[in-house]
């Protein structure tokens, strides 16, 4: 059974970095795209960050994270991460990582195949 297992998360200071790591043991890794979601205290679960399958060539970011996050994946260790950099009091929240076949699929975030349990970050001001 496959399960994509998020760790990291933490309590920062506004203006601070946090990398996000999501392990997928099981999976065959590179036939998958691979997105973050964070939801956010009376929000709905919304996207993040996407990257494409195999070689990750294609990324994709939400306006208000680009320049700051960055988001990228190991095949080798069957794992993808999200840095956070220049944290801000908005990008407080569970952050999950998802995993379908299809990158459009991902950045949807409707149908994908996985999800993971999530991880809590939390950015004071």
């Known amino acids: 059974q496959v399960q994509l297992v998020e760790s990291g998360g933490s309590v920062v200071q506004t203006g601070g970095s946090i990398r996000l790591s999501c392990a997928a043991p099981g999976l065959a890794f590179g036939a998958y795209a691979l997105g973050w979601f964070r939801q956010s205290p009376g929000d709905e679960r919304r996207f993040v960050a996407a990257?494409?399958?195999?070689?990750?060539?294609?990324?994709l970011y939400t306006e208000s994270v680009r320049g700051r996050f960055t988001i990228s994946r190991d095949n080798a260790k069957n794992t993808v991460y999200l840095q956070m950099n220049d944290l801000k009091p908005d990008d407080t929240g569970t952050y999950y990582c998802t995993a379908d076949q299809s990158y459009g699929i991902v950045i949807g975030g409707t149908r994908c195949d996985y999800w993971g349990q999530g991880t809590q970050v939390t950015v004071s001001s």
């Open positions: 990257i494409s399958q195999r070689g990750g060539e294609r990324t």
